[in-house]
């Protein structure tokens, strides 16, 4: 069984360069490790805004079926986690009325969200430290985006999940991480440039 690990924040903050630096390295140190890019992102490419909370259950069997491929690794590390849809679903919804077929839906995600949670070895919550560049698919502006980043560690929080906050460049934050997984970091030739 996959050893999870989840490195969460919200838009921009170096989730995805983060996955795919530790990636390479704990390859070329020959390590049985596969990633799971986030869903998300993908489904904004193709589908463009997701505009109903319906569609974070659609995110949800999307990141989960990708996640559930990272089984036959010893390592499996993703951008996201699955019960990252809940915390958007929360956000999407603000204070406005509530349906109640939105309110189902929010308690179904809420439900998976906490059966999904203890899947996970270890949560990275990654905090914005490199500012925000607009990507062309992503919505949020930087305000949003931190917003976000408040939403994923008002959840963590209140939920009580084990976490641990990672600061630092792209190789302090890597090297952060190996450690923690009890694993020697190696910096590579051909990952010595600085990476943010």
Same mark, same amino acid.
Not at 26 to 32: C, R
């Given at each position: /069984?996959?050893?999870? +690990? @989840?490195?969460?924040? #919200?838009?921009?903050? $170096?989730?995805?360069? =983060?996955?795919?630096? *530790?990636?390479?390295?704990?390859?070329?140190?020959?390590?049985?490790?596969?990633?799971?890019?986030?869903?998300?992102?993908?489904?904004?490419?193709?589908?463009? /805004?997701?505009?109903? +909370? @319906?569609?974070?259950? #659609?995110?949800?069997? $999307?990141?989960?079926? =990708?996640?559930?491929? *990272?089984?036959?690794?010893?390592?499996?590390?993703?951008?996201?986690?699955?019960?990252?849809?809940?915390?958007?679903?929360?956000?999407?919804?603000?204070?406005?009325?509530?349906?109640?077929?939105?309110?189902?839906?929010?308690?179904?995600?809420?439900?998976?969200? =906490?059966?999904?949670?203890?899947?996970?070895?270890?949560?990275?919550?990654?905090?914005?430290?490199?500012?925000?560049?607009?990507?062309?698919?992503?919505?949020?502006?930087?305000?949003?985006?931190?917003?976000?980043?408040?939403?994923?560690?008002?959840?963590?929080?209140?939920?009580?999940?084990?976490?641990?906050?990672?600061?630092?460049?792209?190789?302090?934050?890597?090297?952060?991480i190996l450690e923690m997984l009890g694993l020697e970091y190696i910096e590579t030739k051909e990952l010595c440039e600085e990476v943010k």
């Amino acid at each position: /069984m996959a050893k999870r +690990i @989840a490195v969460l924040g #919200g838009p921009r903050c $170096g989730k995805t360069t =983060l996955i795919q630096h *530790l990636y390479v390295e704990m390859k070329i140190a020959g390590l049985n490790v596969g990633y799971a890019l986030e869903y998300s992102t993908e489904y904004l490419r193709d589908k463009g /805004m997701i505009e109903s +909370i @319906a569609e974070q259950y #659609g995110i949800y069997l $999307g990141q989960k079926r =990708l996640e559930d491929q *990272l089984e036959e690794f010893d390592y499996a590390l993703t951008d996201y986690a699955t019960f990252v849809p809940y915390i958007y679903g929360r956000f999407m919804l603000g204070n406005k009325k509530r349906s109640k077929k939105e309110t189902e839906i929010l308690k179904d995600l809420y439900s998976l969200a =906490l059966e999904d949670i203890s899947k996970y070895d270890h949560i990275i919550f990654l905090p914005r430290e490199f500012g925000y560049v607009k990507d062309g698919v992503r919505w949020q502006d930087e305000g949003l985006a931190k917003q976000v980043d408040e939403a994923i560690l008002t959840f963590l929080k209140s939920e009580n999940i084990n976490f641990v906050e990672v600061s630092g460049s792209t190789k302090e934050r890597a090297r952060k991480i190996l450690e923690m997984l009890g694993l020697e970091y190696i910096e590579t030739k051909e990952l010595c440039e600085e990476v943010k």
